[in-house]
């Protein structure tokens, strides 16, 4: 599902965010990506889902490189991916339900399919109920599940999730690692970067370790 090869992510000015960085994640598997701030985890992120490019080598997401996406297919790109982000990005004016609706009114999606596929979103993350309030109402975790039901709304093939849990209690926070083990349990790519060791210490997956901007350790997933 991912494949780098030798990726480097220089900035201008030349700090460099990434360095000879190769790994593979496969189709169905859920890894997570572990560092110090800084370390690259979120460049990792930012190059497989296109919002930056790589400066070396060879990025590959779903069989496609990823140097031969134009502009105008970044788009495309994005669709077959979720992402989630620590802070949420929720629009606080809309509704849990307009949120998770959004990504495809963009695509052009019907109304009668918008309805069931966000109604089966909020059904997965537990939120079937409260497609009719703001998240402004809710507590940290729930606006997590909404972010999650908004990313997953578009069935994607691969989730990116960057510090997701950053901002949550721990049992909230292994609830919505649980809420990452059904998808790739049902097939869905997930990799997840995150500072919390211990949490993820106790769950049975492959963990990555970048440190300053290098792939130091590939610990397998435990059977």
């Known amino acids: 599902m991912i494949r780098l090869t030798n990726v480097s992510k220089r900035y201008p000015g030349g700090f460099e965010a990434l360095k000879d960085v190769s790994l593979h994640l496969a189709p169905g598997e859920m890894a997570f990506l572990t560092g110090h701030s800084g370390a690259g985890k979120s460049?990792?992120?930012?190059?497989?889902?296109?919002?930056?490019?790589?400066?070396?080598?060879?990025?590959v997401v779903n069989g496609h490189n990823l140097a031969k996406v134009s502009r105008r297919g970044i788009p495309g790109h994005r669709r077959q991916i979720g992402i989630i982000f620590q802070d949420y990005r929720l629009l606080f004016d809309r509704t849990v339900f307009d949120n998770v609706a959004l990504p495809l009114v963009v695509a052009g999606h019907s109304a009668h399919e918008i309805g069931k596929r966000v109604r089966?979103?909020?059904?997965?993350?537990g939120l079937l109920g409260k497609e009719r309030m703001y998240p402004i109402t809710l507590s940290g975790g729930e606006q997590q599940r909404v972010a999650i039901a908004r990313a997953v709304v578009s069935k994607p093939a691969l989730i990116l999730a960057d510090e997701p849990t950053g901002n949550l209690d721990p049992a909230m926070a292994r609830d919505i690692m649980g809420i990452f083990e059904e998808f790739q349990r049902v097939g869905v790519s997930v990799l997840v970067a995150t500072h919390d060791i211990p949490?993820?210490?106790?769950?049975?997956?492959?963990?990555?370790?970048?440190?300053?901007?290098?792939?130091?350790?590939?610990?397998?997933a435990r059977p």
Request: hydrophobic share 50%.
């Open 43 to 59: 460049t990792l992120l930012k190059l497989v889902s296109l919002i930056e490019r790589s400066s070396n080598g060879q990025v």
């Open 120 to 125: 089966a979103a909020l059904d997965k993350v």
């Open 199 to 220: 949490l993820i210490e106790t769950l049975p997956h492959r963990i990555l370790q970048l440190h300053q901007g290098r792939l130091v350790a590939d610990v397998a």
